[in-house]
């Protein structure tokens, strides 16, 4: 069954020096395509490069919210995203979003999301989200700044998706709403987790993606080491094994939240 990550960082090291030796690994292990998301402008410019290399790669080009406070002029920072996003392998505008687990709220944090989904709108793009507190507010917030400035006509990918059940009920509720599981969900103590992957499942199974987000969350029984591209080949066989999670409809469901088939 051929798989596709929807989340993942050739970009970034340790994978970044040794990318083309990753990937030869994940296609062996059935990853038939792969979307390398940025985290800045470096990294966002390094998963183009990449991607236009291998027809098998897209990239998704974005600022993550913990860069916020390291941004000087935000509509320039914009402006040299927008000419990156230009190129014809991205698929996406991402990892973008709020977080108040490493950094506090701020309206940089804010101000940083919403330029970019305003980008995302004029490029007619999918939005790759970020999402992450010790409590709920970012969860709530997001939503409150999707509402407010999303038009739902494109994919919206909760990345790593965690977060109270009633913000994920909400986020099941919009239009062309995706959700995005990790290595991390077969973790002994993400009870959570699952709960979160099986109130997806239940209510709209054509919204799971599935991810590794390498270099992180290595998938058990590698959990702490490098996460290597290949291992969502694990993660896809615990949830199938597990949650009897349907691999074909999941490959579907990738290629239609970033019209993947399309560009083929
Ligand atoms: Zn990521």
């Not at 919206?156 to 509720?173: I, Q, T």
């Not at 490098?226 to 290629?255: G, R, W």
């Amino acid at each position: 069954m051929p798989l596709i990550d929807t989340h993942c960082h050739y970009n970034l090291e340790p994978l970044y020096s040794n990318w083309p030796n990753h990937l030869a690994q994940a296609l062996e292990n059935g990853v038939a395509q792969s979307i390398i998301v940025g985290a800045g402008l470096r990294s966002s410019q390094k998963a183009v490069e990449i991607a236009q290399k291998e027809n098998k790669l897209y990239a998704a080009v974005g600022i993550h919210p913990e860069r916020s406070l390291k941004i000087t002029d935000l509509n320039q920072s914009l402006d040299q995203l927008e000419k990156i996003a230009q190129n014809k392998k991205v698929v996406a505008i991402g990892e973008i979003g709020l977080d108040y687990f490493h950094l506090e709220k701020s309206q940089a944090q804010k101000d940083l999301f919403i330029g970019q989904i305003s980008l995302a709108k004029r490029l007619n793009l999918p939005i790759i989200l970020h999402v992450r507190d010790k409590e709920e507010a970012a969860y709530f917030e997001t939503l409150e700044v999707l509402e407010k400035h999303w038009h739902f006509k494109k994919a919206v990918v909760f990345h790593c998706v965690s977060g109270p059940l009633k913000y994920v009920k909400k986020a099941l509720d919009y239009p062309n709403s995706y959700f995005g599981f990790d290595g991390n969900i077969t973790f002994k103590n993400a009870d959570h987790l699952r709960e979160i992957f099986q109130l997806v499942q239940k209510t709209a199974p054509h919204k799971i993606l599935l991810e590794t987000d390498a270099p992180y969350l290595a998938p058990v029984p590698w959990r702490g080491q490098l996460c290597e591209p290949k291992m969502i080949a694990q993660t896809a066989k615990y949830l199938s094994e597990n949650f009897q999670l349907d691999l074909n409809k999941v490959y579907q469901n990738s290629l239609d939240a970033f019209t993947l088939s399309y560009k083929l």
